[in-house]
């Protein structure tokens, strides 16, 4: 396959610095041929940044200029009911933000148009292909293999606070364009306004950690302690095994310094 056209839905803070200034690297690989956004000058000044030709209002007038191979589109999870299923409909390979959905209703829902469109889809779990992740699995794989340490008898990943920005924004283009009004998809109806906006404060900050705890582990797992004052989820594995995910019990000054242990009779990873 030769160099891939990519159009981009979205360029404000996730969608300049954690995403399109990397693609823009890729030279050989991807070609960000085209960029919709909202706001008219801030799509203006990251095109002439980046080098990307053609800007659209929306990603409806992105989608019917057609000449695409992918889109990425680096959205607030909460506006992932609205805005995908026409992105999904276009049959075009999508990568979106982590996590899928707002709400089980609504992941429900995409899901089903992905499937009904074949259009592939990658969510942002990027901690899975992260090297030291990589090199953890396959370790643990081993170890479960071999049996030379004994059998797996816990999983735990902690991270406190800390600098995860590391002056990632520091280049970020900012404009006075005035902040579109979006909508958002609507709460989980079991949930009560305070209730929601706790859970969607959780998920945006945690959910790489939830995702990472699945792919160690290598199967599914539930939660039946959450510590109140909110710095640990403690559960097991559908094999029993023990996990634990470690939020902020306090707050770093030196970095970030998110980790994962692995435990075994004999010995630790």
């Given at each position: ?33 085209a ?6 000058e ?87 292909s ?67 906006a ?64 692995i ?7």
């Amino acid at each position: 396959m030769g160099c891939l056209r990519v159009g981009f839905v979205g360029v404000g803070s996730m969608g300049q610095c954690a995403h399109l200034r990397n693609y823009a690297t890729l030279t050989g690989e991807c070609d960000v041929v085209a960029l919709a956004e909202l706001r008219p000058e801030l799509a203006r000044r990251v095109a002439a940044r980046y080098g990307v030709p053609k800007v659209y209002a929306s990603a409806s007038e992105l989608l019917a200029a057609g000449n695409l191979d992918a889109v990425v589109a680096s959205q607030p999870f909460s506006r992932h009911g609205v805005l995908l299923p026409e992105l999904l409909a276009s049959g075009l390979p999508l990568f979106i933000e982590k996590p899928l959905a707002s709400s089980v209703a609504v992941g429900e829902g995409l899901l089903a148009a992905a499937e009904a469109s074949g259009s592939p889809v990658m969510v942002g779990y990027h901690k899975r292909s992260d090297p030291a992740s990589e090199w953890l699995k396959a370790e643990l794989v081993r170890l479960q293999e071999s049996g030379e340490w004994g059998r797996l008898t816990y999983v735990r990943i902690a991270m406190p606070a800390g600098d995860w920005v590391a002056g990632g924004f520091d280049d970020l283009i900012r404009t006075d364009d005035p902040m579109p009004a979006l909508v958002a998809d609507p709460p989980d109806g079991e949930m009560t306004g305070e209730e929601f906006a706790d859970y969607t404060t959780f998920v945006n900050y945690y959910i790489h950690q939830v995702n990472l705890l699945r792919f160690l582990l290598g199967e599914e797992y539930g939660m039946t302690y959450a510590e109140p004052s909110g710095v640990l989820l403690a559960g097991r594995s559908e094999s029993g095994v023990p996990c634990a995910i470690e939020m902020s019990a306090y707050r770093t000054t030196l970095g970030w310094q998110e980790s994962a242990l692995i435990a075994f009779e004999y010995g630790w990873l």
